[in-house]
Structures are given as C-alpha cells and as structure tokens.
C-alpha cells in the first residue's frame, strides 16, 4: 500500500512541477524582464532543496515504475513484488546518498 501512496504523490509532485516549469519558461515570450526574476528566484538555497526533493520524487516514482512494470508484464512479479519494493528503496536511497552531497555542495557552497 504504501508503494502505491508514493507512486501517486510522486506522480503528483512531477505533474505540478512540469505545469510550473512550462509556466515560468513561457514567459520569455511574454516578458523577458519576468522571466528573469522567476530564474533568479530559483537559485536560492530553499529552491535548491526544492531541486533535491524533485529528485528525489522522480527517482523514486521512475524506480517505482520499473517496478510495476515488473509485477505487470511478469508472472514472477507478483510473487516477488515485497522484494522488489525494498529493492527499489535500497536502490533510491543510493540515488539519494550520490547526488544529494555534490548538489547539496553547489547549492550551499557557490559553485
């Protein structure tokens, strides 16, 4: 149950980011001087952890698939669909623990 809670809000943080995203990059035709503010608003540190939570929802919604697509297309899957959930969150807390240091670095450390 709780695979199929993160997978909708995961897949519901994405969808938002995406609308968001294709908002403010339609700016530029509307007013270059606003889209510049909204870029500039976004290196700021809080954004920055906003970036590593998109990641995170991405990585984990992405993994999560696969995973489905496992239990779906495989007679296997189901069988093992408790095992392929810790599988999944062991591989995203690597995800995790590789990108959230070094993003982490450029986003409180300058470059």
Do not use: C
């Amino acid at each position: 149950m709780w695979s199929w809670v993160l997978h909708r809000i995961t897949g519901t943080a994405i969808f938002f980011f995406l609308l968001v995203h294709i908002l403010d990059t339609a700016l530029i035709r509307i007013d270059p001087h606003a889209y510049d503010a909204v870029i500039g608003a976004y290196k700021t540190p809080i954004m920055g952890i906003g970036e590593l939570g998109l990641v995170a929802a991405i990585g984990l919604h992405a993994l999560n698939g696969l995973r489905i697509i496992a239990i779906d297309f495989f007679s296997w899957g189901t069988r093992h669909q408790r095992l392929m959930f810790w599988i999944v969150i062991a591989l995203w807390v690597l995800l995790i623990i590789g990108f959230a240091p070094r993003h982490l670095m450029n986003v409180f450390g300058g470059e």
